[in-house]
């Protein structure tokens, strides 16, 4: 037998075996390959004025955030079968803030309640929204409708020695607090209220330095710190995700913020909500303690909870519920680094983006459960809810802000320029729950039964200028191509000025002036987006190829376009007066599906830049029976009077006739001229 060393250490088989089973289980961290994490800019930062955005952002603010509201409080004429029904059968219309003042007038048990359950929810993720657009367009007139508000929530909750608030429940089920007693917090919503409130408060102190809804926020916190959490504690994970990332932020603001605690008047130890927040991720799939005890209900892949979140391999279940989830797992992996999170995060967005994400970024196939469906299942008539998109949204820019690599702000970018601008109207008061990629009409309501989607609108607008750019210790990041301006600080010395002006995403012209207070050394790296690279999707889910190429000029001199994790980077003494001019190849170009996507083979789709685009019946009397050839000669126009501005793409397409021209528009725009069919993927010519 062969003699060891002195010093070198035996490892049995078996041992050796159980290490890596360690590893793999997450209960021995690993090197965090990959992790370099990024700061957002805060919105106080950015300031948007660009031709795209900017006409968008400024019927949002005057007027869709405003619908929103008014439509919360009843202020609305039914225009679906179901709310006219019960508007015939009540005499009225839902009105969610006579909840509150129900509740504030000492009324329990009564029965009755306006809305779901989660019309609570709605609101504060509204007001999170509004309070979000406040910083970017200051609005007295919108700050005091806030303020009336969270006069009415405050006085309900003032009603309970707990600082217990969810109107639903004590409407209607006052015994069943967290869905528990025979209760169900699936339909209940009580945590997710709960965080949506956490939310609201803080981003409306944020942007207005006003502490009575945090406050609120800080009472409900603490009583579900309370309630909820390890032993002796209740064992409950969120039935709706969301919860976790609200109060890991608040943990992190009087963590940031220590004197902030002395000003309110309810104590304040943000390690409880860290610990929460950890619970109820780390708690999915567990559903008793080890010795039997504190047994729960679950509601399993529905809500994430089928398995420990670290050993699931798949992103599952209610798309809104997943990613939230999902988006909240990348959040705490940015705070704690710890390597399970870091892994469990890739694997969701890789499997979410890799097999089960839609041309346009939405999410979710499957109506039933509003879920995702299997790998590859991809149908043209899928759910799409506006909510599931703008939450993936959320997660990849989380992921950016985990690993600084580009790949996560692309996919963030085809959920903005498409699925979520499908889920408003031109005039901003009209909104979309689904979003297939073919339909007979694309009729938008005024009103739902369930209107999630506009809150959830509001409140990726309010802080979309904080994605534009980003920082670390010595650099820059350039995520989205807006037209903005924005102050930073680099190497925590130098303040920097840059000016951001763009034509995209109609052409990809993009200037960007760098102005230092004084001459200084860093670096600035700008995204260049996966289909200028002739990668359209980072696992080849979707293909595409374009003709032209990227350019990249710093004070009229070409450098290179070295591109390392989805940047070109440019590093050099920056001084007043100089500038980047950058210019992405934004053309049309057919994309073409992976061949294990069934649901769409033999199809292609249309794109220009990060727009995908529909035909659309209005445009086609005879929209069946084109064919399209995969080699088509494309053409791109800018139509001023369409749609508020946009490009068009145009070619020759076949027919039972004989060649026919076609016209494309961007699949966001179907809709907005009336009722008619339209479809993403057009059958190829066999």
Same mark, same amino acid.
């Given at each position: 037998m062969m003699k060891i060393p002195a010093g070198i250490l035996v490892i049995k088989p078996l041992l050796l075996l159980t290490f890596f089973l360690l590893i793999l289980s997450g209960q021995v961290k690993s090197q965090n390959r990959g992790i370099h994490i990024i700061e957002p800019l805060g919105l106080e930062q950015v300031r948007i004025e660009d031709g795209f955005w900017g006409p968008k952002l400024k019927i949002w603010n005057n007027h869709t955030v405003y619908d929103v509201l008014d439509k919360l409080e009843g202020k609305y004429e039914p225009d679906r079968e179901d709310i006219v029904k019960e508007k015939e059968k009540t005499g009225r219309t839902r009105n969610a803030f006579l909840n509150f003042d129900l509740v504030a007038q000492g009324k329990k048990n009564i029965g009755s309640s306006d809305g779901p359950?989660?019309?609570?929810?709605?609101?504060?993720?509204?007001?999170?929204?509004?309070?979000?657009?406040?910083?970017?367009?200051?609005?007295?007139?919108?700050?005091k409708k806030l303020d009336g508000y969270i006069d009415r929530i405050a006085a309900a909750q003032a009603t309970d020695p707990d600082g217990y608030i969810n109107t639903y429940t004590t409407l209607n089920r006052p015994d069943q607090r967290w869905g528990l007693n025979g209760g169900d917090d699936r339909w209940q919503h009580d945590v997710y209220n709960a965080g949506m409130l956490a939310e609201a408060g803080l981003h409306y102190y944020k942007a207005t330095g006003k502490l009575k809804l945090l406050e609120a926020a800080v009472k409900m916190s603490n009583y579900m710190c309370r309630e909820l959490g390890p032993a002796p504690r209740k064992n409950l994970v969120p039935a709706h995700a969301g919860p976790e990332e609200a109060l890991l932020k608040l943990y992190q603001l009087f963590r940031d913020q220590p004197g902030l605690k002395k000003r309110l008047q309810v104590p304040v130890n943000e390690n409880d909500y860290y610990t929460l927040v950890k619970y109820w991720i780390e708690h999915r799939g567990v559903y008793a303690d080890a010795d039997g005890s504190r047994k729960r209900q679950s509601y399993g892949s529905y809500n994430q909870d089928h398995l420990?979140?670290?050993?699931?391999?798949?992103?599952?279940?209610?798309?809104?519920?997943?990613?939230?989830?999902?988006?909240?797992?990348a959040a705490t992996a940015v705070e704690n680094?710890?390597?399970?999170?870091?892994?469990?995060?890739?694997?969701?967005?890789?499997?979410?983006?890799?097999?089960?994400?839609f041309i346009t970024g939405g999410q979710g196939a499957i109506a039933d459960d509003e879920k995702f469906g299997a790998d590859y299942f991809l149908p043209e008539s899928a759910y799409l809810e506006t909510c599931a998109a703008i939450g993936s949204g959320f997660f990849s820019q989380r992921m950016n802000q985990l690993e600084a690599d580009g790949k996560y702000m692309d996919e963030f970018e085809r959920v903005i320029y498409n699925n979520m601008l499908s889920g408003v109207s031109q005039t901003g008061d009209h909104y979309h729950y689904e979003n297939p990629l073919a339909g007979t009409d694309n009729r938008r309501w005024a009103w739902h039964s369930c209107p999630c989607c506009p809150p959830m609108f509001l409140k990726m607008i309010g802080a979309l200028p904080g994605y534009i750019y980003a920082r670390d210790k010595d650099n820059l990041y350039v995520n989205l191509f807006i037209g903005s301006e924005a102050r930073v600080r680099i190497n925590k010395k130098t303040d920097v000025l840059?000016?951001?002006?763009?034509?995209?995403?109609?052409?990809?012209?993009?200037?960007?002036? #760098?102005?230092?207070? !004084?001459?200084? /050394?860093?670096?600035?790296?700008?995204?260049?987006? @996966?289909? $200028?690279?002739?990668?359209?999707?980072?696992?080849?889910?979707?293909?595409?190829?374009?003709?032209?190429? #990227?350019?990249?000029? !710093?004070?009229? /001199?070409?450098?290179?376009?070295?591109?390392?994790? @989805?940047? $070109?980077?440019?590093s050099r003494k920056w001084k007043k007066g100089d500038k980047i001019e950058l210019v992405l190849p934004v053309e049309p170009r057919i994309v073409l599906p992976n061949e294990k996507i069934k649901t769409v083979a033999g199809k292609m789709a249309l794109a220009s830049g990060p727009v995908i685009y529909s035909i659309e019946g209005i445009d086609h009397a005879n929209l069946n029976e084109l064919t399209f050839d995969s080699g088509i000669p494309l053409n791109v126009v800018f139509k001023p009077e369409l749609v508020g501005g946009i490009n068009v793409i145009s070619g020759k397409a076949s027919s039972k006739s004989g060649p026919v021209a076609f016209t494309a528009i961007p699949f966001y725009a179907v809709g907005n001229r009336g009722e008619a069919p339209f479809k993403v993927w057009l059958p190829v010519d066999k």
């Open positions: 359950p989660w019309y609570d929810g709605l609101v504060y993720e509204s007001i999170r929204g509004a309070a979000d657009l406040l910083v970017e367009y200051p609005d007295p007139v919108l700050e420990p979140v670290f050993e699931q391999q798949t992103i599952e279940g209610h798309a809104v519920r997943a990613t939230l989830l999902a988006t909240a797992i680094k710890d390597e399970r999170y870091i892994r469990t995060a890739n694997i969701y967005w890789d499997n979410m983006v890799g097999k089960r994400m840059l000016r951001q002006r763009t034509g995209y995403p109609w052409n990809g012209n993009v200037m960007i002036e #760098v102005a230092p207070a !004084v001459t200084t /050394e860093f670096g600035i790296k700008i995204r260049i987006p @996966g289909w $200028a690279q002739r990668k359209e999707n980072p696992f080849d889910l979707y293909r595409s190829q374009i003709r032209g190429s #990227v350019s990249l000029k !710093v004070n009229d /001199e070409q450098v290179p376009v070295n591109i390392v994790n @989805g940047y $070109a980077s440019v």
